[in-house]
């Protein structure tokens, strides 16, 4: 099984999903992504052995993928807390500066 | 130049008015403190269950410690939605819920739960209480 071929696939599934937004988003998503290599590698191996049923397998596979938009919401925080604390020295500043006057 | 002067008006309310833009909500330690709770819970109910042989891994005998652990994360998701801008964390505790509630209903429909199932599960469910927890750690 290739899984390099299979990430590829998801990829684009998941860029195709996040349509205007996915230039922005690209390398975050390949981060998460390589992250869940393992797990999904793992889901997968499972399958091909007989351990689990093909309904199993997309229950597991379901579940991860609510597991990635997690991830992906835990950057975008981290953005939304940089952009905050980097206005706000900017209106810090400014307001030193009026005093200043 | 008609941005330019949006922009300067918007500067200048925000100068006046001396208030601090909010993006995401202020760090909370007993919403970590509620994580980790609910990560040991998770922990201690999933070693509970690979203990047991496969016939003996019925949905009643975990029935009670699927209600606590239910409860637990709803109260989670409360205490994240009380908090303004708050959004991505109350939707990682929602998506945390499903997955709890949907593992739970395959637990009770076959009256069995596979351990290659289960062995997944957990590594997922405790991956997103470490991104809950890595959400708050963020808003320090």
Redesign the interface.
């Known amino acids: 099984m290739d899984f390099n071929s299979i990430f590829s696939d998801l990829f684009n599934a998941m860029t195709a999903e996040f349509k205007d937004e996915a230039p922005k988003i690209k390398d975050q998503l390949l981060y998460i992504l390589e992250n869940n290599k393992s797990?999904i590698e793992?889901?997968t191996n499972?399958l091909v052995n007989g351990?689990?049923t093909p309904e199993?397998y997309e229950?597991?596979l379901k579940?991860?993928m609510?597991?990635i938009?997690?991830?992906m919401?835990?950057v975008?925080?981290?953005k939304?807390?940089a952009?905050?604390d980097a206005?706000?020295a900017g209106?810090d500043i400014?307001?030193k500066a009026?005093k200043l006057v | 130049m008609k941005k330019a002067k949006l922009l300067l008006l918007f500067?200048s309310i925000?100068?006046v008015s001396?208030c601090?833009?909010?993006?995401?909500s202020d760090y909370d330690q007993d919403t970590v403190n509620k994580i980790v709770e609910i990560s040991k819970m998770v922990d201690l109910f999933y070693l509970n269950l690979v203990e047991n042989e496969s016939l003996e891994r019925n949905y009643n005998k975990f029935a009670e410690d699927y209600k606590l652990i239910e409860v637990e994360i709803r109260a989670l998701t409360l205490m994240n939605k009380m908090r303004p801008q708050n959004e991505?964390?109350i939707?990682?505790s929602v998506?945390?819920l499903?997955?709890w509630i949907?593992?739970k209903n395959?637990h009770r429909q076959s009256d069995s739960y596979?351990i290659?199932?289960a062995e997944?599960?957990e590594?997922?469910l405790q991956?997103?209480l470490l991104?809950?927890a890595?959400?708050e750690m963020?808003?320090q």
């Open positions: 797990i793992k889901i499972k351990k689990i199993q229950k597991l579940r991860n609510r597991k938009e997690d991830q919401s835990t975008n925080v981290m939304k807390k952009i905050q206005v706000n209106i400014l307001r009026m | 500067i925000l100068l001396s601090a833009i909010k993006l995401v991505d964390s939707k990682n998506n945390l499903t997955n949907e593992i395959e596979d290659d199932v997944i599960d590594e997922i991956d997103q991104e809950l890595k959400k963020a808003k």
